[in-house]
Each structure stands twice: as C-alpha cells, then as structure tokens.
C-alpha cells in the first residue's frame, strides 16, 4: 500500500508505528509508550522533549531519504533555540511533525525514566521516577455560561492534560490558587506528589506560568554527623552536597548517652529534636545555596538514621529504646509533610523516612539494604555497618536476616588509650616489619610515611595525637602479623629483650609506636594490652552476630561482603579479614559501601518504586536480637581470638601468610583475667 | 437432626442461623451480619452490645422454651451492672453465650446504624453511620524473641479485632503511642477516621484503656449568626446547641461590604478568617461546656456556610466573588485537618466542609440539598434559602437546578423605612382590616396583639422600633388584601380621605401602623411607597430566578415549596404566595425548613454515606447564573405585580379571597417612574 501511513521508528526503544501526516513526533511518541520526558506538556517551553531525526539510521531501517520526512525547523523551535539554545541536529519533538517515514533518535537525557548510576563502584543503576512531578498546565478561564470552580478547573487541567485523576491537595494550594492562576494568566506549573498515606495524587505547590525546578534532598542523620545531598528531580544527578556534626553530641557523645540524658531531663527529647531539626534546616538551607536554588524549590525531604536517631528527629521520646525490650515507637515507613517535622523547605513538601528494621536496627540500615540490594543478590551478601553498634544483614534473594551487635565504641577510638575520632593528627594506617619489630605509619593530613623523609615537617601543625578507629585495626593486626600479639591477643613480653617498642606496664606490656623527643608536648601512642583487648572484645561481638545470622541460614560461607558506613569506608579489608572482623571471603568480593545508608536515601528520593520495594524488603527481614539468642554468648567466646578460634579462614590465607600459633607466657593477673573470660 | 447446633434467629431483622452450644451472641450477630454496635469488641466495657432474649417470641419461631437456652446471666454482666446499671431483661450479647434453640431481639438502641429522625416535619430518618470510629483494642506487648515495633503491633490489632487495615496515621499518634500503650497497660481506644483524602483509614486519635466519647459538631456560619450543634457520633444525637453573632459584621453588615473591605484593605481576609475561626472555637468550647464534655472529645467538625463564609473560613481570599465572573477558590467539598482551620478540638480532629454549588450557591446551600433531598423527591420541589442573595433550588429525582437571585437585603428589613432586624421591639406580624384600614399587630417579645389588653404594658419595655423582615411581607400583602395597595403595589391616596393611616408624603402615600403618643420618644412606623416597591423589587428578584428555572425545566408548577433559613422560619408561607415571593402551590406543601443548612451539615457529620451523596449531587446540579440569562429581566419585570402579573395562582386563589383588580391614579412623579420601569 503506498498511500499508508508513514512508518516512525524510536530508537533506542525500537519502537515502531504508523501515523498520519502532521502528527507530532511527541504524540506520536506517547501513543507507542516510547519514553519521552515533558514538563510543558507538549508547549515548546521546557525543552525536556528533545530528540534527533536518525541520520545515517535510514538505509539500516529501509528508510530511502530524510529531507522531506519531518516539517521543516520551526518558529517555535528558533525561538526556544534563541532563548534557551539547542543543540545542532536537536529537535523539540512536541513541535516536529511526521511527514514521511522516519526514524527518531530519543536521547538519554530526554528519557522520562533516565538511569543513574547509582555509584562508581557498581553497575546497577537507578531509574528517574520520583514520587513528586511538575506539570505545566493551561486552565480553563472562568465563564459565567458554565459556572465551576478554580480548582475544579486545574484538575480537569491536570486530568486532560496529563492524565492525572484522584487528586486532592492541601488547604493552602486552595488559598493560593486564584492569584496564582491570575497571575500566571491561567498558565500554572504544579507538582504532584503520588504518594500520600492513603492513596491519590496530592497537588502540593503551584507557580504562576512555567517552572522546571524540582528538587529533593537525602539526610543521613547519623550519631556524629549529618550528611544531605540535594538532588535535582528531574535527572537525579546530586545538585549540592554538606555534612554538619550533629549538634546533639551536646546531650552525650554516643547514642545511649543521649538516651540517657532525656530519661534524666524530662522534656529532653524536645530539645535534642528541636537541636535535629534545627541542623536539617541550615543543612537543607547549606545545599540549596551551593546549588543557587530556593529553599522552596525543594520538595521532598528523605531521611535514614539509626532508631535512636530516627526517633528523635520524628519527634519521639526514645526512651524505649534505652531498655529492653528496645520497642520501637514505630518501624514503618514514615511519609508526612515535611512541615510537620519542623522542616522549612517548599511549604507543600512531603518527607518520607525509610523503616526501620528493628530496635537497633534502624532506617540507616534499610537505606544500605536499598543501596547494596541483598535482597537480588544470588549468593549471600554480608552487608555491615559499624558503628557504636554493628548492624549486620545477611542473606540473598531467597532470605535476608538482621541484628545488631553491641561493638562499643572501640572502633571509632574511644575507649582505646591513645585512641581519637578521625581527625588530622590521628594515625590511620600503620605497618610493623615481622623482624625489626619498627612501625612506619600515615597521619591523617599527610600523604607520607613516617619513614619518607619530610615527614615530620609534612605533620609539623597537627603533630600526631592519636591513633583513628582504622590505625587501630590495621596497628592491633599488624602486631599479630609481626608475632608482638599470639592469637589470644596476648602481647609477648618476651620481646622487650630485643625491642625498646616492647614496653612493661605494671603486669602487661604496651607496644610503643611513636615517642616524641623529650622537648615536644606530643603525647607517646602506644597500644596497650588493654587496648588489644577492647579491640577483641569488639570484633568478637561483631564476628558472633554475623555467626548467629549465619547458624540461622545453615552456611558456613558468604558470597561477598560490603562494608558501610565511615568506618567501612576507611578500613584496610584485609586487616578487618586478619582480625576476624567479619568471617573469610574471597578479598576481592569485600568492598566498602561508603555511605551505603545515605545513597540508600538518595535512591528511595529519586525512584518511588524502591520505597515500595525496601519496605516490602523490611517487612520480609527476619529480625534477630542477639539478647536473647542463647547462642551468641558461645559465638563471642569463640570469636575473640584472632583471626578466630575455630572458624577456617582458607581466602585469608591464601592471600596472607599468618603466623604459625605461639604460645604466649601469660604475664600477671592479666593473663589469668583473660583465661576466665575464655572459660566465660 | 436431632443434634444439629442450636439455632438462633435475631429480630427484628429476622436474621437466622445455627452456631455451636458456647457462641457468644454477639459472635454469631457479626457471622450472620446482625447490626450489633461495640466500642470495646466483645470485652464487657461498652455496653453498647445490650441484647433481650426474646420472651414470647419462642412459640412464634418455633421454640418451645427459653430457659435453658442461654448462659446464666455470668460475673462479668454482674460487674457491668454495677458499675454502669443493666435494664432489666437485657443481657450483654459479647457474654451472653447460645446453649439452645434461641430468639435474640436486638433494641433500637443497640444497632450500629442506628436511625436518628431528622427533624420532627419529616419522616426521613437518618443512619448513623459515622467518619470516625471508636475501638478498643488490646496491644500485644513487645516481644525480643519477635521484634515489631508499638505501631505495627496497633495496626495488627485493629485489623484482627476490627477488620480495619489501610491504616495510616499523624505522625502525633506516633510520638503519643508509647506513653499511652504503657498507661493503658497495653489496651487503647482508637479513633479510626475513613475519610481521609486519598482513602485509606486513618488513626487520628488514642486514648489509654476504655473511652467512650466521640463528638462531632455540626455549624452554620450564616453572615448574621453562627450555629453550632454538638452531636454524639455513635448515637447522632444533638448534646448541645448554641450561636453567637457572626464578629464579621464589624467589618461589615453584608457579604459585599465585607469582600469591599478585603478589596479595600490589603490582608483583611486575614483579618476576617482570624475573627470567624476564634468564634468557631468560641462555639466549640461552649457547646462543649453545655454538654460537659472535653473539646479534646470533638472528633469531627462539619460546616457550611455562603460562598463567602466559606471562603473566609478557609482562609480564602473572598475577592473574586465581589466581581463577575464570581469564580470560587473551590467548590468541591474540603476534607482537611481541623488543626488547618485553626479549630482547637482533638488536635487529631478532621474538618469537612461541604461543597458549594457555584460563585453565589454556597455550601449552605448544599445543606439545604441534604437537609430537604429534592433529588430524591419525585414530584418537583422548589427550595429556596432568602438572604442578601436568594439561592434557589428546583427539581427532582431526574433533574436539579440551582441559581442565586439578588434580592437585596429587603427582606431583612434593611433599606425598609421603619426596618430593622428580628429583634425585641420589632413588628413580626399584622393584619389590616379591609373596612376601616386599622391595623392589628404582634412585636416581638410579647405574645399578645396589639388590641388586646395589656398590650402597651407587655410592650413597655422596648416600645415598638420597626418592622422586621416577616412582618414586612405581612404588611404589604395585607396592604394588598385591604385594597390599599393595587396589584400594581401603588398605595391608593384616595383612601386618605376615608382613613387617617393613610399620610399623604411629597408626591406618594404612606400607610400608617402605629403613631406614638407625642409624649414618647418612639418612632412612626408606616410603610413608604418606596418600601412597597423595594420589596417588590426584592420579590420580583426571587420570583424571576425561581421562574428561570422552571424554564429550565420546562414546567409551570411545583410540587412542594420549602423555605429555608431564618427569614423562611418565620415568615407565614401564605403571605409569601400572595406577594408572590414563590409560585403557586397547595399551602399544605409549602413548608418552612427551618435552618436546613445547619441541618444538612449535622447529617454529614452523623453519616459518611451522605458525604458521598451531597458530592455527587452538588456535580449534577445544573448551575444557572442568572446575570447571563436574558429571560431573566423579563421574568423580573413581570414578577413586579402582586401576586404576579400573568403567572396563574389558583391554589392561591382557592385559599385567599384576592382583590378585584383596581385601578390607582398614579400619584405625582412615582408613579411615572413606576410606568417607565415596567415597560423595562
């Protein structure tokens, strides 16, 4: 038939149809469910809908010659080119017609559903869908031959224009509705939110005339820090990124401190969420002006936190999570207007908070289960993040587990004796030589070693003050490596025969890594017996609530293993593998996450399917507390030597030479200490 | 089969079925969908479940004896009943257990959808069926061994012992819920709201352990007053009225001044929402008070109001309804947050606001719609609610119109020489005798005509001010009725020769009604020739929209006549026909409808069904604007004379012997106006 329709062929979608001379690529596009982005809705204003007319791509599709086969550049086209510039060989497709057979070219970034790639360290990638959207809109003027309201007229608007229905919005789009219609000369942008607790589409903000800006921002609200993340709605690229030190380290330093300090002071609670929310705001006000924004164009706020965290920044006495049974006031997913949370962004914003998993399990977690995805997993992912407590999720596709181990604070350098937060002037890697016994480290701040000549002038304005959370691992490992400590940990007193680092205390020994000259105010770092311990007792705790979970799966092995958070992000793998840390893996499969828990935020903000799905995730999590687990008691007897008393570690050594086991006399009280916890 | 399980058949709803020996009662009403209320579900509290066994009815059914066949009146009953009282013969159904072949007669009283009567006029009854539900529930405590948070464990338990899901919640609820789950020892009342935007259920409200108080309230906000009816959301009866004056009115008497004032004063809506929403509160507290109850028990407000009211109360800027096109913010129906209106109830209390109608229709108006139903009616019926505006409604079952006429606050008794307000002082009623012109009339405050005895001393106290907006209408009909005014509403100044009442002035007459003593210091009243023509005008404004849209509609009479509202309450309907304010119809079929407004938000507060009704009728009413009709100021005109100058009136003319026609000179200049004016 030569007098069909002419034939349109999409690519990369590769779809295909006929379609009478004079349609509009856009439309055209629309009624082959060819993914095409619009804000304008077809108008020629937001550029969104920009495609190239498939050069080259003819003959490949039988099609003889592209000249005659869309209408010509356009008015309309040379003015958005004029004003907002577009690139050689683009077109608006809303304003390009079909006038022969014809291939199109839809860009990535034209793409309704763009892909972001979710991080540099893996493929998986996320899709554009937010939950909240701007629609340009024309709306009927009123007409007194047909009496109706404004609002009645904006969603017939968005109804026909967009095929939006079930709509309802708040109160003050009602207030606001007639100057804004007015003043934009019945041309109104809003946005759409899709998911408010009920159902429906919610209008949550208005702007006279067109406006294409729409942002969210992701909060990792953690103990010690607060990190945000602005990111543009549209494409999901993040606009502006800020962190502040979470202002409640006033009220106590670690989570139960803070706990504390409001079942001390009633009306605590107020004041450590009003402190929260305070930061949220300078933070949420911080990102929105690296990115030259209004605080107003934000329209969506997602959050993640521990639970002590989480409650307090929702509002909530946390009381409960001080004490057994560590009840959660609630562990669902939270979505409620941002406003309510104390939150000056675009009065119409919503927040939704990931759910939490369990007592100390919390919304941080469900954002590293978003972001590391061990829910599609085929072999068993470990996925930990370390903090005053480890949070631990095992499993796969088939089975997801979770608990929290009660670590302490050793790995973020408390309680170590010259331990400090990571900071300039701390110790963060270190290597001891098995003979010499002579560390040589690195000091955040530096780039050297401290066995590289310049060093002590490239450290001279912070010197070196103590020892960070990964120096400690990599210092307490080395020392195994290099045979100061036997696999109990137990420091060999024997050596300080033939090194001066070997140092008596009292009945134990310290290993000595930097003494200053006698003129210096620079304190000696050393390690102690103590510390080493404090070491163990962590890992073990951490090693036994990975076990329990894994008892509970029936494996003795996992896939691979992704470490979150700070403190994964700075630990050397392999020293957390010698230290018995986290179980034997292939080296390569342990990674860090990073801040897993935070682009898991970043990830619920841009797709609103993954909120569906984390909270499906959550809902199907066994939930395991070690306090109860007769089993993890055994576990951490077991774990607190190193690498582990019973548990093979063949990918370690394989990769590592680990020293053949030595007996250790034990010296003093200490020793005997040390046996009776064994027997424990 | 003798040993078939017992059967138990309830009444009245002759419902049946057989159930195990040891079936609670209730049990087996839900199984057999018995309408049986419970607040506490089965747990001995409410005492809402009261059944009788039916004595006498057994021979009936078939079942030859009772004794035996229920559980012995048990403990926990006798525990009910001291505590609370149990009417003899009644048994709670939750404890009453089935042990044979058994009659269960559930009293009115005991039903879930209880009927509550209107109004006493009518006999439509109404269901209660409220938006917000009490339950009970009992928590599971929290469980280490099977972690879930407070929350989850309420949601579980409303849905297992009320087969509520869909739930969401305030994010108040949750920073409230630990605290009151650990008071109530794990037992909470919950209100459940079901009309939340977007659908769903809705958890707005808990209390620790049993509570059994849910309110609602119902208010009118007319531009003079404001009415407000407490009602009792399980039993749908009224527990307190009251009504203040609307605090508007410093701002301006009628609507239109106070839109001028908003026009006229940058943020004086703001002003104006201030002032209503603190009289709403003031309302609240007070017919709480009455009913000594806790405005923390006002779980639901409905309200109405005019167009402007509406808007105002919203927090709309209520100027674009000063001007042509008159285009409402929104006429669909508001479900918001109470707490959003500034209201002080529970702070979890939703508001509903019906809908309006159009720019001059208000959702008083849609009030009237629910309170009277037209569209359920199967001859036509006119309701009409007089005002500043007259909003009028016309049709039935197949077909409704609504418009608003202007008719001017003459019927109020503003621009009326001797008007004033319905207040002490104020003629309300008159009578003229045809022969010798002399008046007779009651004021109100006092019961007693003014030839009866006594009458200046029962009066004494405020004298006689005027003439209000019902005795306006009676004085110029019976003006009429006496021959001093012809059809044609000019006053006959050849009766000053035979009647001193009538007062030569300029070039017109008055009729004199009462004259003071020189001593006093009370005004004259008459009636002006341009009082007549001002309620002419007013009358011919309701008349032509009226006639409008019988147009419309294409007939030439109506069924039943209703008048809403103050002025329709007091005004004798057949005084209106023979003015004809409204058209011809039986006098037995003209009724007043009392503040059918007011009346039509308490039926949406007590039933969500009707919610769902007034919506879907409010978007089929056919929406007239009568400043766009050109028949409209033909019908105007024509609707100058009394009763009406074509339109036949035999069922007025059945009842009421009416004047001959009579020819009037015209007196002087008025009367050529009057001419010029009728020509149009």
Same mark, same amino acid.
């Given at each position: ?282 933070? %949420? ?5 690296? !990115? =030259?924004?209004?605080? +107003? *164009?934000?329209?969506? $706020? #997602? /959050?993640?936190?521990? @639970? ?42 919503? %927040? ?5 998993? !369990? =007592?100390?399990?919390? +919304? *941080?977690?469900?954002? $590293? #289960? /978003?972001?590391?995805? @061990? ?59 098995? $003979?010499? /016994? ?243």
């Amino acid at each position: 038939m030569t007098d069909a329709n002419p034939l349109i062929v999409f690519t990369p979608s590769g779809k295909r149809g006929r379609f009478p001379v004079g349609t509009p690529v856009l439309q055209a596009a629309r009624a082959l469910g060819v993914d095409i982005d619009s804000v304008c809705g077809g108008r020629a204003i937001c550029g969104r809908c920009q495609v190239t007319v498939g050069e080259g791509e003819f003959a490949k599709h039988g099609i003889a010659s592209r000249a005659a086969h869309v209408s010509a550049f356009s008015d309309v086209e040379r003015r958005y080119d004029r004003i907002k510039g577009l690139a050689a060989g683009r077109r608006l497709s809303c304003q390009t017609r079909i006038t022969g057979d014809l291939v199109i070219d839809v860009p990535p970034e034209s793409q309704v559903h763009k892909q972001v790639v979710r991080k540099e360290a893996d493929t998986r990638a996320i899709e554009v869908d937010p939950a909240t959207r701007l629609c340009f809109i024309e709306v009927e003027e009123p007409d007194m031959h047909k009496p109706s309201s404004d609002l009645e007229r904006v969603y017939k608007a968005l109804k026909e224009q967009w095929g939006i229905d079930n709509l309802s919005c708040d109160l003050a789009i009602v207030t606001n509705l007639q100057k804004t219609l007015r003043k934009g000369a019945w041309k109104i942008t809003a946005a759409v939110f899709s998911r408010a607790p009920g159902g429906g589409n919610r209008l949550v903000a208005i702007w006279p005339g067109f406006h294409d800006r729409a942002f969210g921002v992701a909060i990792d609200v953690g103990s010690t820090t607060i990190a945000a993340h602005l990111t543009d709605l549209s494409t999901g690229q993040v606009a502006a990124s800020a962190g502040v030190m979470n202002p409640q380290i006033r009220f106590g330093e670690d989570l139960m401190s803070r706990v504390s300090y409001v079942m001390m002071n009633p009306g605590g609670e107020r004041e450590m969420t009003d402190a929260i929310r305070q930061a949220l705001n300078t933070l %949420a006000a911080e990102v929105a002006r690296q !990115a =030259g924004i209004d605080t +107003a *164009d934000i329209l969506e $706020v #997602v /959050l993640v936190g521990n @639970p002590v965290m989480h409650h307090l920044f929702l509002g909530i006495d946390p009381t409960e999570l001080g004490g057994a049974p560590f009840a959660l006031a609630t562990g669902l997913a939270v979505t409620c207007p941002a406003r309510e949370l104390g939150l000056t962004l675009n009065p119409g914003a919503w %927040a939704y908070v990931l759910p939490c998993i !369990a =007592g100390h399990v919390g +919304a *941080d977690t469900a954002g $590293v #289960v /978003l972001s590391e995805a @061990p829910h599609e997993q085929d072999e068993i992912m470990l996925a930990v993040d370390v903090g005053t407590n480890a949070e631990i999720v095992l499993g796969s596709r088939a089975r997801l587990l979770a608990c929290s181990s009660p670590t302490g604070p050793a790995f973020e350098g408390a309680q170590i004796s010259s331990g400090q937060r990571a900071a300039p002037g701390a110790i963060e890697r270190i290597r001891i030589d098995p $003979v010499t /016994l002579e560390p040589r480290y690195k000091v955040i701040g530096s780039d050297k070693w401290s066995d590289e000549d310049g060093f002590e002038e490239a450290i001279a304005n912070t010197g070196v003050t103590g020892i960070c959370g990964s120096g400690i691992i990599e210092a307490v490992a080395e020392m195994y490596l290099a045979g100061i400590i036997n696999q109990d940990g137990l420091i060999d007193g024997s050596l300080a025969a033939s090194s001066p680092r070997i140092e008596a205390a009292n009945r134990t020994f310290n290993y000595v890594i930097r003494s200053p000259g006698s003129g210096g105010n620079e304190p000696v770092i050393r390690i102690t017996q103590n510390d080493v311990r404090a070491i163990q007792l962590a890992k073990a705790a951490l090693y036994a609530g990975i076990r329990l979970l894994m008892d509970k799966l029936g494996i003795n092995q996992v896939g691979k293993i992704r470490l979150a958070g700070a403190f994964g992000s700075h630990i050397d793998v392999k020293y957390a593998m010698i230290l018995g840390l986290i179980p034997d893996c292939e080296l390569s499969k342990v990674q860090s996450a990073g801040n897993a828990a935070g682009t898991g935020a970043r990830i619920a903000l841009v797709n609103v399917k993954a909120r569906d799905e984390i909270e499906a995730v959550v809902r199907r999590i066994e939930k395991i507390e070690t306090a109860v687990e007769p089993m993890f008691q055994q576990h951490f007897v077991e774990a607190m030597a190193i690498p582990h008393k019973t548990a093979p570690f063949p990918h370690l050594a394989a990769a590592v030479t680990l020293p053949a086991p030595k007996d250790v006399a034990p010296a003093g009280q200490d020793g005997g200490e040390r046996r009776r916890r064994r027997r424990g």
